[in-house]
């Protein structure tokens, strides 16, 4: 970003809507793969290692 705005006095138009188009088609790459990554996110984490089992089931029997 710095280069960016250093380099933004002495460029010529062009340049400049190259890299803006450039900007926005990532942006927009980005914000989709995080809206569809979010959309399918487990709502339910299903405990995985015995470990987390035993430590769940402590927390219960201790009222934690």
Do not use: Y
């Amino acid at each position: 970003m710095r280069q960016i705005t250093d380099a933004l006095p002495k460029a010529d138009k062009e340049d400049i809507i190259t890299v803006f188009l450039a900007l926005q088609r990532q942006c927009f790459v980005l914000s989709n793969n995080i809206s569809q990554l979010v959309k399918t996110w487990p709502t339910i984490h299903p405990l995985t290692t015995h470990e987390d089992q035993l430590n769940a089931g402590m927390q219960s029997e201790i009222g934690n």
